[in-house]
């Protein structure tokens, strides 16, 4: 007698039920990938300034370089110009003149690409990514809506050269 229920107990210990749990799988991977958010990463390609040092180049080939110092933001157009100065404001960099800066000089040359961003490397990384995104795009509201245009969408970084004495 003992002999058959051990048997039994053997017999219900091998077996393992997974209906339930294939059910539940059969729910629950749909509804998974229909809920699920497909994102796309958005990538910059940045560089390191190539123009900094000894080397010579032509002034078709030297992009737009906006130099941001500590209380203002220097745009050279072409090497050897004066550059443009805009003094700081008081919350931080005037965006809004260097955005106005920006577009005349894109409409000026309007198959021009790139620009040269140069920091001091005592201001914020918040400075540089608003310089970034005013020196990339500019914002334009027609009827309400919004709409994003490229000014300079190539961009290359790298560290401000020592401010003149003047």
């Given at each position: 007698?003992?002999?058959?229920?051990?048997?039994?107990?053997?017999?219900?210990?091998?077996?393992?039920?997974?209906?339930?749990?294939?059910?539940?799988?059969?729910?629950?991977?749909?509804?998974?990938?229909?809920?699920s958010v497909f994102s796309q990463v958005v990538i910059l390609d940045l560089q390191l300034n190539p123009?900094?040092?000894?080397?010579?180049?032509?002034?078709?080939?030297?992009?737009?370089?906006?130099i941001v110092r500590e209380g203002r933001i220097e745009v050279v157009d072409r090497p050897g110009e004066p550059a443009t100065r805009i003094n700081n404001g008081v919350a931080g960099p005037d965006l809004a003149t260097l955005s106005r800066v920006l577009?005349?000089?894109?409409?000026?040359?309007?198959?021009?690409?790139?620009?040269?961003i140069l920091m001091e490397p005592q201001l914020s990384y918040d400075a540089l990514i608003q310089v970034m995104d005013t020196v990339r795009l500019r914002t334009i509201e027609e009827n309400g809506d919004s709409?994003?245009?490229?000014?300079?969408?190539?961009?290359t970084i790298g560290d401000a050269p020592?401010?003149?004495a003047s």
């Open positions: 007698m003992r002999r058959r229920l051990a048997d039994k107990r053997r017999r219900e210990l091998s077996e393992v039920n997974v209906t339930a749990f294939l059910s539940l799988m059969v729910a629950l991977v749909p509804f998974l990938l229909v809920t123009f900094g040092g000894d080397q010579s180049t032509s002034s078709d080939t030297v992009p737009l370089t906006i577009q005349e000089l894109k409409s000026a040359s309007s198959e021009r690409l790139d620009a040269s709409r994003r245009l490229e000014l300079f969408p190539r961009i020592r401010a003149s």
